[in-house]
Nanobody, 115 residues
């Protein structure tokens, strides 16, 4: 079992920055990857960024060059640094931990970008 708690969301103006944190507890060492997803009102949940064991990262085209995912193994925490935010980045952001055949979700944190 893995427990994930997100924090760091809020209201920011377009062009601004936020850093999301995802604190993990439980059987985190059995997980192969951590990721951030987001879901905007009326839209499906979409994958934003992934970091796998070993540190390789990947990003959706919509955030590439603006967002950075990173991890701190000592703190069991994954971060999402979001720069140059746009109104279309407004969504609930969810942390995800994956280790086949299991995956776990946090409760989500709201990010609102005003124009």
């Amino acid at each position: 079992q893995v427990h994930l708690v997100e924090s760091g969301g809020g209201l920011v103006q377009a062009g601004g920055s936020l850093r999301l944190s995802c604190a993990a507890s439980g059987s985190i060492r059995s997980m192969n990857a951590m990721a951030w997803y987001r879901q905007a009102p009326g839209k499906e949940r979409e994958l934003v960024a992934t970091i796998i064991n070993g540190g390789n990262t990947s990003y959706s085209d919509s955030v590439k060059g603006r967002f950075t995912i990173s991890g701190d193994n000592a703190k069991n925490t994954v971060y999402l640094q979001m720069n140059s935010l746009k109104p279309e980045d407004t969504a609930v952001y969810y942390c995800n931990a994956y280790g086949w055949p299991y995956q776990y979700w946090g409760q989500g944190t709201q990010v609102t970008v005003s124009s």
